[in-house]
């Protein structure tokens, strides 16, 4: 794997034995931080540790990647407490429900876990729903009273008393969480919160992302992704206008291998989805040289399902292809415009020299001074074939009839190359 785990021991005594694994949770929640958190969970677990201790600041994200991460979280055969620092809010209040204990700062909050779609509008009633419950089981898991997890997740659960009105996604302060029953304590800082658990003396690792995490979860951000498709369409576009290979070029196809980059980082996507975009590419190129549409339709039919096998939201998956796509036929439309087909790429396959009369180019030679030369038919004519004419071989045709071989024919016109013929006798 591309991984590797940065590890940090802040305190190396052994004291009493313990093991304390500090794991971060922080932005976003998205589907590389839940790579991260799988991968530093079953590292803590299989060194041995005692405890694990999510540190928590975040304004939430996806509720897939949220659902996995708790599994993860509830999987474990240790206790964990999670300590939020500044903000535990929407699917970031998810993860902190599924630890044993919640600790907070005295300026931190926890709440507002209303779920939307990746538009922004309010997510459908199943949706919802099935979030609402998962909050509940979430707070009932941990001896915790699920109204004040069902009042974050639903505005129709009426608390005036913690300021959430019907209408209102719940939000509490770290005083409010402790009288409610939802943090252990207030602390001021890591030290406080393991004496508090009779930790002082523990060993502690804290297990943080590596650089190359950090630019995978960059690279998976839902915010990021039509970002990354819209260049490398774009880029791709101007590049087929430009002559040469150049920036246009290398801004597309390096936007499409940091996609792919960050997602199989993040463990989104396989080296399949890899060997589907290098097809899908050589089917469009081959198309541009070898006409006929059903090369591109491959090819972009093959680019296409080497994102969608690469992303875990369809629906956001579709979201970002459609606006890469439509930014990119403005600027297909602008650049045609502008330019025309006469540059780059195209410049193969489109005929480049004028045809013009004056240049001595004529559609056909007239043979106006045929008409009515007479000569005999040499194949049958039915209705085309070769006829004689003053020791002139020339391809004829009849006006519909048939005619036998070496029978008398007059020439009656000349269309162009098209000389049409009649037989004497029917005259």
């Known amino acids: 794997m591309f991984l590797v785990y940065g590890v940090h021991t802040v305190n190396a005594e052994n004291g009493n034995g313990k093991l304390v694994y500090v794991i971060p949770i922080e932005q976003t929640v998205e589907k590389g931080l839940e790579s991260f958190i799988e991968r530093a969970t079953e590292k803590a677990i299989s060194e041995g540790a005692d405890h694990l201790l999510f540190e928590i600041d975040t304004p939430g994200g996806r509720v897939d990647a949220a659902t996995q991460i708790a599994e993860t979280m509830q999987a474990v055969s240790v206790e964990s407490s999670a300590y939020v620092l500044n903000e535990a809010l929407s699917a970031g209040s998810y993860l902190a429900l599924n630890t044993d204990h919640i600790f907070m700062t005295a300026n931190a909050t926890m709440g507002a876990s209303g779920v ?170 081959a198309e541009l040289f070898v006409p006929g549409g059903i090369l591109g339709v491959l090819g972009l039919a093959s680019i296409i399902g080497a994102l969608f ?56 030679v007239s043979r106006l001074d045929l008409i009515g030369l007479k000569g005999i038919s040499v194949t049958p004519l039915r209705p085309s074939g070769t006829g004689l004419f003053d020791g002139e071989r020339l391809d004829v045709v009849t006006e519909g009839g048939y005619v036998q071989a070496q029978s008398p024919i007059r020439i009656v016109k000349a269309e162009g190359s098209r000389i049409i013929v009649r037989a004497i006798d029917n005259e």
């Open 116 to 285: 939307i779609n990746t538009d922004g509008t309010a997510a459908d009633k199943k949706a919802q729903s099935a979030w609402i419950a998962a909050m509940k089981a979430a707070a009932e898991s941990k001896g915790r009273n699920s109204l004040y997890a069902e009042a974050m997740a639903d505005p129709s659960v009426d608390l005036p008393e913690l300021n959430a009105s019907s209408g209102e996604f719940l939000t509490l302060s770290a005083k409010d969480a402790v009288e409610v029953g939802y943090a252990d304590s207030i602390v001021d800082d890591r030290t406080e919160l393991l004496a508090k658990l009779n930790l002082s003396e523990a060993k502690v690792v804290e297990v943080a992302p590596t650089l190359l995490e950090r630019v995978a979860r960059f690279l998976t951000n839902p915010f990021v992704v039509p970002i990354l498709l819209t260049l490398a369409c774009v880029g791709l576009i101007i590049e087929f206008f430009s002559p040469g290979f150049g920036i246009p070029g290398l801004v597309g196809l390096g936007s499409l291998i940091l996609f792919f980059f960050g997602h199989i980082v993040a463990g989104l996507a396989g080296y399949e989805a890899i060997v589907f975009v290098i097809i899908g590419l050589v089917l469009v190129v």
């Open 309 to 364: 096998l690469s992303s875990a939201d369809i629906g956001h998956m579709l979201m970002s292809i459609s606006i890469a796509l439509l930014v990119s036929l403005v600027v297909f439309a602008i650049l045609f415009k502008r330019i025309g087909m006469e540059k780059g790429i195209f410049r193969h396959i489109i005929l480049q020299d004028a045809t013009k009369t004056e240049l001595g180019y004529v559609s056909s």
